[in-house]
């Protein structure tokens, strides 16, 4: 009787007009090669952050698969980057509020 656990990428998406990356990642058990179980986690990537200074931090996609990681490097353009950038920077909240 062998357990098994395996990690699946079973779903790649990539939505919207800055290319944000959906990820579903199954964890799959199985008992003598019949599965048992398959657990979802769901996850989304986005081209970066904010700094301090209004610059835009690459997010860290060094942790994610080679799939993942070529999918995110092709659709995340210098010209989508920058967009993602005006957006980020138009959605802060105002000294005011």
């Known amino acids: 009787m062998a357990l098994t656990e395996t990690t699946e990428y079973d779903k790649i998406e ?8 959906q990820i579903r990642k199954a ?5 003598d090669g019949t599965e048992l179980t398959r ?10 952050n904010l700094d301090s200074n209004d610059a835009l931090i690459d997010t860290d ?4 698969s080679a799939e993942i990681q070529a999918i995110c490097n092709a659709v ?16 802060k909240p105002s000294e005011a509020e």
Not at 39 to 48: K, M, N, P, T
Not at 76 to 84: E, G, P, Q, V
């Open 76 to 91: 995340w353009t210098d010209s989508i980057k920058a967009a993602w950038k005006a957006k980020l920077i138009a959605d």
């Open 14 to 21: 990539v939505v919207g007009i800055y290319k944000h990356v």
């Open 39 to 48: 657990a979802f986690e769901r996850y989304v990537l986005d081209a970066g």
């Open 61 to 64: 996609i060094s942790g994610q």
């Open 27 to 31: 964890t799959v058990i199985k008992k």
